[in-house]
């Protein structure tokens, strides 16, 4: 597991918050987790749920404005399995 991050230090790109292993167990990754954390005042959640190979991580980069952000696959294998938050703050 990653060791926690220096405070005041975001990390510009996706973070699993939330590891699913194998037998279905959910796993708290402490990185993204110190990260979170670090956040000062009001916050708001936008979350996209879904089937999977439904393009939520597409959209989810074009919220951010951004062509390559959270992986994309061409495969129906799931790229971002778990939860997953962007590592820094982003007014939208």
Known sequence: MASAVEPGTYYSG?????RIDDAGKCHLQENAASILNQIQGRLAVVGIAGL????KSFL???LLGLQ???EIGPSVNPCTKGLWIWGQ???L
């Open 89 to 91: 703050p982003v007014q």
């Open 14 to 18: 996706p973070l699993q918050l939330i």
């Open 60 to 62: 989810l980069n074009r």
């Open 68 to 70: 390559e952000g959270f």
């Open 52 to 55: 999977y190979r439904t393009g």
